[in-house]
């Protein structure tokens, strides 16, 4: 089992920067991959980006350049970096992650792959 908690989100202005954390508990979660997803009001939920055990990310469109993952395993944590946010970022961000790491990159970009997850955290960009 792993458990993840999300922090670091709040309110920001467009432009703004925001770091999300996950902190995970529970087995070795260097092993694991994590992805990053998130849900606005009304919408489905997205991909926004992954971090594979051996470190290769993978963005969605809409972040790339502008978001970075990454992590620490000697601190059992997962970032998140959000640069020059916009108000079409605001969303409920949770952090997920799956022990398959041999995943491709499409299953990798799919909720439904991941097995655990946190319980969100909220970032509003205001314009």
């Known amino acids: 089992q792993v458990q993840l908690v999300e922090s670091g989100g709040g309110l920001v202005q467009a432009g703004g920067s925001l770091r999300l954390s996950c902190a995970a508990s529970?087995?070795?979660?260097?092993?694991?991959?994590t992805g990053w997803f998130r849900q606005a009001p009304g919408k489905e939920r997205e991909f926004v980006a992954y971090i594979q055990s051996g470190s290769r990310t993978s963005y969605a469109d809409s972040v790339k350049g502008r978001f970075t993952i990454s992590r620490d395993n000697a601190k059992n944590t997962g970032y998140l970096q959000m640069n020059s946010l916009k108000p079409e970022d605001t969303a409920v961000y949770s952090c997920?992650?799956?022990?398959?790491?041999?995943?491709?990159?499409?299953?990798?970009?799919?909720?439904?792959?991941?097995?655990?997850w946190g319980q969100g955290t909220q970032v509003t960009v205001s314009s």
């Open positions: 997920a992650a799956t022990a398959r790491t041999y995943y491709t990159d499409s299953a990798l970009r799919d909720a439904m792959n991941y097995a655990y």
């Open positions: 529970g087995r070795t979660f260097s092993s694991y991959a």
